[in-house]
């Protein structure tokens, strides 16, 4: 107040090393506008002492030397007793990617010649200065409470917004703390990097299942099969599940196709997967338990072929070189299970043209097979024999009760396929 007329300032400065404050600290002035302007008047983290010079005579000189001198012992003085200091500590913050955050800087004795800054040391960007926010995302506010609590608060945190941020205040020298925001992402399976959901292979060909997710912290990959058989991996063992972004399978055969799950994780909901479907193309095979069946006319009858194939196979029968179709007595069904398929061919009444040689064919693009069943007539069993008449053995009926002789039991035996039936045809006194 005493120095009014004087020829020049000289100002020092003491910022953060690298930041935008720095730089317009560097330039000596505080000339300008915007967010570089604004800093340089608030002063924010910038020590200012200044010199003043006199052009006067020793005397004014030494007089003024003395009052200024007086004057900063008082503001020393003064200073002493209001220097601001932190109260607790900045905590860090964990958030995940799209939440809400806010760091909070308690400053006790900040009076009204300091003033509290943000600053991102990540990003070198200055947030906000006491009451303005300096940068222009519009995720980024302050709040003040009793000028003391000072909270910058981030809504909707992108990944860019995690690292340090300092809490600044400008003392001589400046004095700060830190805090961190650390940005968890759930993982995200990348599918331009990763198989597709459909793949195709022959049988005995070789084949890598790929899977790359993203996420922070960085996740980890591990494969499953939906129906829950065991993985059966290139050395011949069978796991459960396996870790690891590839999974390689070897001499691939049909007990290999299905679905396969890629569960990426890494501790922060929801964990993600992707389903890639295996699918394994051979020609038809086929297996026939009964390939040679008889039966009576006038019984039902069925008729049994094994196939399996994938692509799944176009099935038919044919009788005699012609193909069977559907009728009152005869019907045609095929069960499938995946690869597998069951023809069955149905006859009921069996009638003499039934019988001869029939035969299961299975088609599919990558091959053909067939198989054949000959079905025989089987005699039915002829009715019981009549009794022996009496002048073929010189039976004696009158005798028959008491017979003066030996006896014997007749016995008539039938035999057909793998049956044999036993018919007592009676006790008889024969007269030999």
């Known amino acids: 107040k005493h120095q009014q007329q004087r020829l020049g300032h000289v100002f020092v400065a003491d910022v953060v090393a690298g930041s935008p404050l720095g730089a317009a600290a560097a330039t000596g002035r505080g000339g300008g506008s915007g967010p570089v302007a604004a800093a340089w008047a608030t002063g924010v983290a910038v020590t200012a002492v200044v010199v003043c010079l006199l052009a006067s005579t020793p005397a004014h000189a030494a007089a003024a030397a003395a009052a200024t ?5 008082q503001n020393h003085h003064d200073d002493a007793e209001e220097i601001p200091v932190f109260l607790e500590a900045i905590p860090n913050r964990t958030v995940t990617l799209g939440r809400d955050t806010s760091l909070t800087c308690v400053v006790d004795k900040l009076g009204e010649d300091h003033q509290v800054a943000w600053v991102h040391l990540n990003r070198q960007m200055i947030v906000s200065i006491h009451k303005q926010v300096i940068t222009r995302q519009p995720r980024f506010s302050v709040a003040y ?4 609590t000072w909270t910058l608060h981030i809504t909707g945190v992108q990944q860019e917004d995690s690292g340090e941020y300092m809490c600044q205040v400008n003392t001589d020298p400046m004095i700060s703390q830190k805090g961190i925001v650390k940005v968890v992402v759930p993982p995200n399976i990348v599918d331009s990097v990763s198989s597709p959901s459909s793949i195709v ?3 005995k060909e070789n084949v890598t299942l790929r899977c790359r997710a993203t996420g922070t912290p960085e996740p980890t990959i591990k494969w499953k099969r939906e129906d829950k058989l065991p993985i059966e991996l290139p050395d011949g063992t069978k796991v459960p599940e396996f870790k690891g972004n590839e999974l390689n399978l070897r001499a691939v055969s049909r007990t290999h196709m299905g679905a396969y799950l890629c569960i990426a994780s890494n501790k922060i909901p929801p964990m993600v997967s992707k389903r890639i479907t295996l699918d394994t193309h051979f020609s038809p095979q086929m297996n026939i338990p009964n390939q040679l069946m008889a039966t009576p006319q006038g019984s039902d009858i069925n008729l049994e072929c094994f196939v399996e194939a994938h692509p799944p196979a176009i099935t038919y029968w044919e009788f005699n070189g012609t193909m069977v179709i559907n009728d009152s007595s005869v019907h045609t069904e095929t069960i499938s299970h995946k690869y597998k398929t069951n023809m069955i061919l149905s006859i009921s009444g069996l009638k003499g043209k039934d019988f001869g040689m029939y035969k299961c064919i299975a088609k599919n693009s990558i091959g053909e097979t067939n198989g054949s069943i000959t079905l025989n007539e089987l005699p039915r069993p002829s009715t019981i024999p009549p009794l022996i008449k009496h002048n073929s053995l010189d039976y004696d009926a009158s005798t028959a009760s008491t017979p003066s002789h030996g006896r014997c039991i007749v016995f008539f035996f039938f035999t057909f396929g793998a ?11 024969i007269n030999l």
């Open 145 to 148: 409470d009793s000028h003391k």
């Open 201 to 203: 292979v022959r049988e």
């Open 69 to 73: 001198g007086q004057e900063q012992q």
């Open 419 to 429: 049956q044999c039936a036993i018919y007592i045809m009676g006790l008889l006194s």
